[in-house]
């Protein structure tokens, strides 16, 4: 057996990968001083176990022996170093005729070992190498300076190195190892006396306890009995009166929507009719004019008859005839005037019944969109409401599920409702609270170890633990406050994830929890990192070289070592699970709660809107008639007046004709047109 080939990788001075082969042609390594011949030596006997930095020419820790970069390459955060012997004669014994010895330091101080690839302990390599000359104090193997110590050592150490030649060295050590288990039994024979003698002082209280125990189980089984018994028929009524109250909404919601349609048709007739009854009252109005046209002429006719008739009554030199005519025309002038400002205020109140005519237009067409806006607010605000009572209905269910311990093992359930057992806490996954976005990496990142019972230290679990044997009634796991380390992530390994952008965080820092439990919660989640996807999971596992557990959001794992878990999860949700779906159904709850109130104070702010717009069309159609009826009215003084200026004219133009002698034509004439 010989040692064929070295290769070191971040070793001290060995920042890149070294392979130092050695065959029968190399007799030794030369090199001027800092060379690293030394590192040589210090790397096998770093490989074959040497705990001791000093030893290793470090500093203060054994970190130090990791490449800790220069001016131009950065650090590195991990020394490997491996010897490969040919094993051809069989003097290690092992099968193998190659035999591979690894070993990897991490900069957090954490180390590996290897025999031929697989992961081992520094015991199975120390008991391999053990009387072949090759240990880690072996005489084979002699530093800078250390001939005149081996020399000057006491006779107990020299022996050690004789022994190690001669090849019983292991045998030595298994006889020291063989005495120090006999001790140790020894010592537990004693212990265990000490424990049967005190149980068999406490065997008769516990009898008592047991008996009490076994009638207090049989009295639960009863009350649970009878409790389920009592949650099914309250269950059955509360769906009964759900369903009955449930038909009852449906059906007042429908008379609601059919009301509200048939107010709508009606509010759509009554403007049809109120459209129809302005057309009817300008048709009417337009007969009006037509009669007071008519009415008007007939009255012209008689006046200029009549005329005629008294005409004949003057003489031409009567000086009163030129009184009339003085008279007439001061009438004419004043009666024109007034024709002009009845005529211009027609023109204005015409302008204001065809602005009023518009501006009702307007208002009847935003009153149909309030009310269409109205009827939808309505119809989603009842959709709302339902979905706000089937959600509290599932908020109820699971609220009800989750009290009674929901899918908790019943050994678990046991143990927690035991009101006797002392120190009791909770399970880890009741403990844990956690935003809906991380549940499923909680959920997996636990998995069994969510039913683990927190529990204050040894004894109240060893307490349980009986409990539960005695009345046959399962296992759980319980984890003590007073023993159980917390975990955690290396500083460097964090700082180079911290910007990278498919990391999201450490788990423990994603959860919330009482700072009371900090260690339960740190051992189990500290030193797990959470990732966006399977594919940033499995390229932050190969940057930290696969040194921790990594999960993602959607619930893969990539573990330890590389090996990755997925697809689906389980359809039997768990209590995280059961607890996230509650929180969001909450959440759900809340938002919905908050968008029925906006929604219900649109409603109100809609409705008043909609009296406020039918206030306005009242008002405006108000001010139409009373603007119609005083276009009527100032249209028939203006008719009025006209004729009154008609037949002034007309006796004007008599009167001129009395003075002409052109009266008979005029006779003429009007009898034509009475006749």
């Not at 006999?182 to 209280?205: H, V």
Request: include cysteine.
């Amino acid at each position: 057996m010989y040692l064929k080939e070295i290769i070191a990788t971040g070793f001290k001075s060995f920042a890149d990968k070294t392979n130092i082969i050695l065959d029968d042609k190399i007799t030794c390594i030369v090199g001027p001083n800092g060379s690293g011949k030394s590192n040589v030596v210090d790397a096998v006997r770093f490989v074959l176990g040497e705990q001791s930095i000093k030893s290793l020419r470090g500093g203060s820790n054994m970190s130090d022996v990791i490449f800790s970069g220069s001016k131009t390459r950065n650090l590195l955060n991990v020394a490997s170093v491996n010897l490969i012997f040919d094993n051809s004669d069989h003097y290690l014994k092992v099968p193998y005729e190659e035999v591979s010895i690894k070993r990897r330091l991490y900069r957090n101080g954490e180390n590996e070992y290897f025999l031929n690839g697989e992961k081992c302990r520094l015991k199975d390599i120390t008991n391999l190498l053990l009387d072949s000359g090759m240990g880690k104090e072996a005489f084979n193997i002699i530093s800078q300076g250390e001939i005149n110590k081996i020399l000057s050592n006491s006779a107990s150490d020299r022996r050690v190195i004789f022994e190690e030649a001669a090849g019983v060295l292991k045998y030595r050590k298994r006889k020291e190892e063989s005495l120090r288990k006999l001790i140790r039994t020894n010592d537990n024979l004693i212990r265990i006396s000490d424990i049967i003698a005190e149980l068999e002082r406490q065997i008769e209280p516990l009898r008592e306890q047991s008996e009490q125990a076994n009638q207090y189980l049989e009295n639960k089984k009863g009350l649970e009995q009878i409790e389920v018994a009592l949650a099914v028929r309250d269950i059955h009524n509360i769906n009964y009166e759900y369903q009955q109250a449930k038909e009852k909404i449906e059906t007042l919601e429908k008379d609601i929507l059919t009301l509200t349609s048939e107010k709508d048709a009606d509010d759509l007739k009554l403007d049809h009719k109120k459209n129809q009854l302005v057309l009817l009252e300008k048709e009417l109005n337009d007969y009006n004019n037509k009669l007071l046209a008519i009415v008007k002429e007939v009255e012209k006719i008689n006046g200029e008859k009549n005329i005629i008739q008294e005409r004949s009554k003057y003489k031409a030199e009567d000086t009163k005839i030129y009184d009339n005519v003085v008279s007439l025309k001061e009438k004419n002038k004043i009666t024109e005037n007034k024709v002009n400002v009845l005529e211009t205020e027609c023109q204005e109140i015409n302008k204001t019944i065809t602005e009023l005519k518009d501006s009702l237009n307007s208002l009847n067409k935003n009153m149909q969109e309030k009310r269409l806006k109205f009827n939808s607010l309505n119809k989603d605000y009842v959709n709302k409401k339902h979905e706000k009572i089937d959600i509290e209905h599932k908020i109820e269910v699971l609220k009800d599920y989750l009290s009674r311990g929901g899918n908790l093992f019943n050994s678990v359930k046991a143990v927690l409702n035991n009101p006797r057992l002392k120190g009791i806490h909770n399970t880890i996954g009741n403990l844990i609270t956690v935003d809906n976005l991380y549940s499923k990496a909680l959920d997996v990142s636990l998995s069994s170890s969510s039913q683990f019972i927190v529990v204050d230290n040894e004894i109240n679990a060893k307490e349980a633990i009986t409990y539960l044997k005695n009345n046959n009634l399962g296992r759980a796991t319980f984890f003590p406050l007073s023993v159980i380390k917390p975990k955690g992530i290396d500083e460097n390994t964090l700082i180079s994830l911290t910007n990278d952008k498919g990391f999201v965080g450490i788990l423990s820092d994603l959860v919330n929890y009482d700072e009371f439990f900090r260690k339960i919660i740190l051992n189990q989640l500290g030193n797990v990192l959470v990732a966006t996807n399977i594919d940033e999971a499995n390229r932050l596992s190969r940057k930290i070289y696969a040194r921790y557990k990594i999960v993602s959001l959607d619930g893969d794992i990539i573990h330890v070592g590389g090996s990755i878990t997925g697809g689906n999860l389980s359809k039997n949700k768990s209590l995280i699970a059961e607890k996230g779906e509650l929180e969001d159904l909450s959440q759900r709850n809340i938002t919905l709660e908050e968008l029925i109130k906006e929604i219900d104070l649109d409603i109100k702010k809609v409705d008043v809107e909609i009296k406020d717009c039918e206030n306005k069309i009242y008002e405006t159609n108000t001010l139409l008639i009373q603007q119609q009826e005083l276009f009527s009215t100032k249209n028939n003084e203006l008719i009025t007046m006209e004729n009154e200026l008609d037949n002034t004219k007309f006796d004007l133009k008599t009167l001129d004709n009395v003075i002409n002698d052109s009266i008979s034509k005029e006779e003429e004439k009007i009898i034509d047109l009475y006749y």
